[in-house]
């Protein structure tokens, strides 16, 4: 059994939904890897697998316990199992580049229904969906501001 995960969203290190991987986490280091990273609106990113050479960034959490770790986030990321129609998200392994461009393999939850996702989300065009939002929260304080 793989026991790691790359993550690119909620779970990043100091978000929402970190907390939920975050018992399990025995390591985490800047990472990234292969496809196309939308933000939906529910306020959550999602990445499919493309023929794209957009680089997702993220990182990548070694986990102890691997097995109720991905358990925590199969609930989360709403996956019931491999194919299932119901999942919101696959549970994929993919390869992962680390900052010292050594290569290892995690799993990565990717939007079950990716016909979908360019109809409902924004494409985030460097990959980078922390700083996507930081931006974002950025531009709606500045719209809102008094003079």
């Known amino acids: 059994m793989v026991n790691k995960v790359f993550v690119y969203g909620t779970l990043l290190s100091g978000l929402s939904n970190h907390r939920v991987v975050k018992p399990y986490v025995v390591d985490c280091k800047a990472a990234k890897t292969v496809g196309q990273l939308y933000h939906?609106?529910?306020?959550?990113?999602?990445?499919?697998?493309?023929?794209?050479?957009?680089?997702?960034?993220?990182?990548?959490?070694?986990?102890k316990e691997a097995e109720p770790a991905l358990k925590a986030l199969d609930r989360l990321e709403g996956y019931i199992g491999p194919g299932d129609r119901r999942n919101l998200y696959e549970r994929i392994v993919q390869e992962v580049?680390?900052?010292?461009?050594?290569?290892?393999?995690?799993?990565?939850?990717?939007?079950?229904?990716?016909?979908?996702?360019d109809r409902i989300g924004e494409l985030v065009p460097d990959g980078?969906?922390?700083?996507?939002?930081?931006?974002?929260?950025?531009?709606?304080?500045?719209?809102?501001?008094?003079n």
């Open 40 to 63: 939906l609106p529910y306020g959550y990113p999602a990445v499919i697998d493309s023929d794209s050479e957009q680089k997702i960034i993220g990182e990548l959490l070694e986990l």
């Open 97 to 117: 580049v680390m900052t010292d461009c050594s290569r290892v393999l995690a799993y990565i939850y990717v939007w079950a229904n990716p016909e979908k996702l």
């Open 128 to 146: 980078d969906w922390r700083a996507y939002m930081k931006k974002l929260h950025c531009r709606n304080n500045i719209g809102s501001a008094k």
